[in-house]
């Protein structure tokens, strides 16, 4: 009889804190955080709409020529890094241009590097990629 008694009050204990837990007693254990609402702050942002390289002649030296057009396609106005590299030959020539644009703005540019070398037979690689913050 003891034995039925003590199983008894065991389950009883054991369904009050499971119905305590269930009844919204507070609980800081299991408590979980409300999930982050989506920023609705306007944003720029930014891509390379069109490019081109080209080579020629600036007087007596030989340029490598990378024009561009950048665009915000944001909602918001901002600035923006755009950047370009040029290899040739085993070498790595790197420039950048900080552009400031309004939302829905666009701007055209180039970069000349006047480090190419008119007389090598590697042509060069290039890239050209905006950074967005």
Known sequence: MKKIALSLVILV????????????????????????????TPKPYFVISDYTARRGFEGINYV????????????????VRVWSELNQNGNHYEKHQDIYLNAGGAQSSTFRYPEYSFWSTDPGSYLIWVENS
């Open 64 to 79: 490598f020529y990378i024009d561009f057009v950048v665009q915000n396609i944001g909602n918001a106005s901002g600035q």
């Open 13 to 40: 204990l054991i369904s009050v804190g499971i119905l305590s837990g269930c009844t919204g007693t507070p609980n800081n254990q299991n408590r979980q955080q409300a999930p982050e609402t989506p920023s609705l």
